[in-house]
Structure formats: structure tokens, C-alpha cells
């Protein structure tokens, strides 16, 4: 499933959000520290991890 960073705009406190696709398209993200919905979604690189060896 998907890791999302977000940035709450009132507490200032980042947080990492595991979403499916479809929630991320239609579900607001509420902090998890303070409740507000007023997040900020931060891009950041990612790491693609599998199983198998190369």
C-alpha cells in the first residue's frame, strides 16, 4: 500500500500516511496529533522494495 509524507499547516507536525489510491483521491487526511484537516501532502523520493533478487 502507498506511504504518503504530510504536513499538518496548524501543529506543523509531518506525518506518514498509509493510504489506498482510491483514498487518497477522495479522503481528506486529518492529523494525527492535533485532528485538523488542513494537511499538506510533501513529495519526497521513494524506494521501490521487492523480493526477488536482481
Keep these: ?5 504530510y504536513n499538518c499547516l496548524d501543529c506543523g507536525k509531518e506525518s ?5 489510491l482510491k483514498q487518497h483521491e ?4 486529518t492529523c494525527p496529533k492535533c485532528g ?3 494537511m499538506q501532502q510533501l ?4 524506494v521501490a522494495h521487492t523480493t526477488k533478487k536482481s
Excluded: N, Q, R
Design 36 to 38: 485538523s484537516t488542513k
Design 26 to 29: 477522495s479522503t481528506k487526511v
Design 16 to 20: 506518514l500516511v498509509v493510504l489506498t
Design 1 to 5: 500500500m502507498p506511504m504518503y509524507d
Design 43 to 46: 513529495f519526497s523520493p521513494f
